[in-house]
């Protein structure tokens, strides 16, 4: 992404120059032989310019199909991991056995989140009572 934002910045600043070669004002600035350019060279600018114009708006075209070949796959993505969540939840449900066994492995680690925070809050309980009873 940053590569076509650079591509786009450097056409863009080439643009600039041109534009202003083509407003050079410093012989009259007519556009004709005698002024600063010639019609020859006037048209060589134009055409230059049209092809920096043309590379800029392929750039653009291709960040921008780039963009949206990765938001396809992303959705893509999101598609198969909710029908491998789904097809879980119809094996879960076509077997009572499975389905009992993953609700028991879910109490236990229920409980063991209890016991840990109960011994976690207690050592802090004592902590904090030990350290104002003999901070004094």
């Known amino acids: 992404m940053y590569e076509y934002v650079c591509v786009l910045q450097s056409a863009l600043l080439a643009a600039c120059k041109r534009a202003w070669l083509l407003t050079d004002t410093s012989s009259g600035g007519t ?7 010639s019609v020859n060279r006037e048209l060589e600018l134009l ?13 653009a075209d291709a ?13 893509e993505q999101d598609s198969v991991l909710m029908m491998s969540g789904d097809d879980l939840s119809e094996m879960r449900n ?7 066994l993953i609700d028991r492995i ?4 229920t409980r063991n989140a209890i016991i840990l925070s109960v011994f ?14 003999f901070s004094r």
Do not use: K
């Not at 960040?63 to 959705?75: D, E, H, M, P, T």
């Open 47 to 59: 055409a230059a310019e049209h092809r920096s114009l043309t590379f800029s708006d392929h750039a």
């Open 94 to 100: 076509q077997m009572p056995d499975i389905s009992s």
């Open 63 to 75: 960040f921008i199909s780039q963009g949206l070949q990765v938001n396809r796959a992303i959705q």
């Open 31 to 37: 556009g004709r032989p005698g002024g600063a350019l």
């Open 106 to 109: 879910r109490r236990r680690e």
């Open 120 to 133: 976690i809050a207690t050592l802090i309980c004592l902590l904090l009572y030990y350290w104002l009873r």
